[in-house]
């Protein structure tokens, strides 16, 4: 039977929730509980015993007395190898954060190890794991099988429901810090993303505008709807481009990955490379003038028609629905 470590980020008073999601594939494939061992990557980890007892798996692993620099990359591939070489797992699971995603490609270079980058699942066949992945813009999936003695997966967040079952306070394991964490790049300052209402990751439900509204004005409109709906606002490509919305709104190949349970779109055309960062969404609902708009292959319900005849009529009902 597979040994799986998955890395998961460790912060003040809490791990990472995309964890939790982790679990649940793992469920998914029949990996028994007993050979999951979390390896928690963040600073200082002996004193956030209490955060590591709360990881619901039998096993946890830290390094002493560690400093990851703010989560610099190249420290954390160090301390990663690290704990892969003291665990010696067959699979590694890192979840596609910010964070994850870049520690995932050095960490394979560095263990001269293959890995599947941007992983929406895994199969098991014939007793080897799958990764699937999106290729040609997410216009196709890919199913990647991995031939070296450990495989590395990058698993897209957001797509699995979060394991709420298991209680288990977890055995911790600290390994002494042996290494001398050299880099040549340093991490002068980090400031956090000021922005109003829900993150688009995190959203369950998502309200995004096109080039097809026209300018930035229509977008109070939206984010009144997104009020309504307790919603996060999003944009595409061509929005964030002309300056209506800052890029950190943009969704889609060169943006945000999301998976909410409604994606509403108004003067979204859905191109390849948009659908490619929401193609998970549970539902989709979209408004736009163009009957041939590729958004409307994946959309559950769809609206032809301009938006300014439409969603007017929509923010009322909303409105009504409020006050009962």
């Known amino acids: 039977m597979s040994k799986v470590l998955i890395f998961t980020e460790i912060y003040e008073n809490s791990y990472d929730k995309s964890l939790l999601e982790m679990l649940t594939l793992m469920d998914d494939l029949n990996v028994d509980p007993s050979n999951i061992i979390v390896g928690a990557l963040g600073d200082e980890l002996e004193s956030k015993e209490t955060v590591l007892k709360s990881i619901p798996v039998s096993k946890v692993v830290a390094m002493k007395n560690n400093d990851t620099s703010n989560f610099n990359p190249n420290v954390l591939k160090i301390i990663a190898k690290n704990i892969v070489e003291k665990t010696n797992p067959d699979k590694i699971i890192i979840p596609k954060t910010s964070v994850g995603q870049d520690l995932a490609t050095r960490l394979a270079y560095c263990l001269d190890q293959g890995i599947v980058n941007d992983c929406l699942n895994i199969e098991y066949n014939d007793g080897e794991w799958l990764g699937l992945r999106p290729v040609f813009g997410g216009n196709y999936l890919a199913k990647v099988n991995i031939n070296t003695n450990v ?28 290494l001398e964490y050299k880099t040549n790049s340093h991490i002068v300052d980090r400031s956090q993303e000021q922005s109003e209402g829900l993150r688009l990751e995190d959203a369950e439900v998502v309200v995004a505008g096109g080039r097809g509204l026209g300018g930035p004005e229509p977008f109070e409109t939206l984010e009144e709807i997104a009020v ?27 943006g945000k990955d999301i998976s909410p349970n409604l994606y509403f779109t108004v003067g979204i055309s859905g191109a390849s490379q948009h659908m490619a960062g929401c193609g998970n ?16 292959k994946d959309a559950e319900f769809g609206a032809v028609g301009d938006w300014k005849n439409i969603l007017p009529g929509f923010l009322d009902t909303l409105k009504d629905l409020g006050k009962e």
Do not use: M
């Open 228 to 254: 309504l709906l307790n919603a996060a606002v999003g944009a595409s490509r061509a929005v964030c481009d002309a300056g209506w919305k800052d890029h950190s709104y943009q969704i889609g190949l060169t």
């Open 281 to 296: 969404s549970k539902h989709i609902v979209s408004i736009d003038k163009n009957i041939d708009a590729n958004i409307f």
């Open 151 to 178: 495989e590395i997966y990058c698993v897209r967040t957001k797509i699995f429901d979060e394991q709420n079952s298991n209680l288990i306070s977890p055995e911790i394991e600290y390994f002494e810090n042996e």
